[in-house]
């Protein structure tokens, strides 16, 4: 029953992504990725490889549905590749016990730090993929900033209600 739920969530995560958020625009500045919801929640359980493979394969998926060229592969297969080693520095041992990550089950300064630097790697690389250059750096760096805090902002809030 469990998996049913994680599977109707990712399902949730990626319309949400797809039909809202790759609309939303603010001056062409804020792009939240709320899809990485999926991956930052995935049970730590697997091996690492595993990990990179689903990361792979959301990404492929992302990049069918919003036509980019590799630039949501390569930013999730990045995402899961530094994960692995962020939960074993933020997560302590018995919380890893559970095999998941959330609000639930590691506290709030660890969840915080583990999503911040995640969100914000990921919106690193799909920003600078996209931009493929350092001519407009400092509106690429606006963007990332804005939206990887809206992403975050997203994501926790979602945390908060799911954990009460």
């Not at 609309?23 to 730590?44: A, D, R, S």
């Not at 760096?141 to 805090?149: E, G, P």
């Amino acid at each position: 029953m469990k998996q049913i739920s994680v599977v109707i969530q990712w399902f949730i995560a990626i319309a949400l992504q797809v039909l809202l958020f790759n609309n939303l625009q603010f001056w062409g500045l804020c792009q939240p990725q709320v899809y990485l919801l999926c991956l930052l929640m995935f049970p730590i359980t697997l091996p690492r490889w595993a990990d990179m493979l689903i990361g792979m394969a959301l990404g492929l998926f992302m990049d069918i549905l919003c036509n980019s060229i590799g630039v949501h592969m390569a930013a999730c297969i990045f995402i899961m590749f530094v994960r692995q080693p962020l939960i074993a520095y933020f997560v302590q041992e018995h919380e890893r016990l559970t095999g998941e990550i959330s609000l639930q089950t590691i506290s709030m300064d660890a969840f915080l730090k583990y999503t911040l630097i995640l969100v914000f790697l990921h919106q690193i690389c799909i920003s600078m993929l996209s931009a493929w250059t350092f001519h407009h750096f400092g509106m690429t760096i606006l963007q990332i900033v804005i939206s990887a805090t809206v992403a975050e902002g997203l994501i926790l809030g979602y945390n908060i209600i799911r954990a009460r």
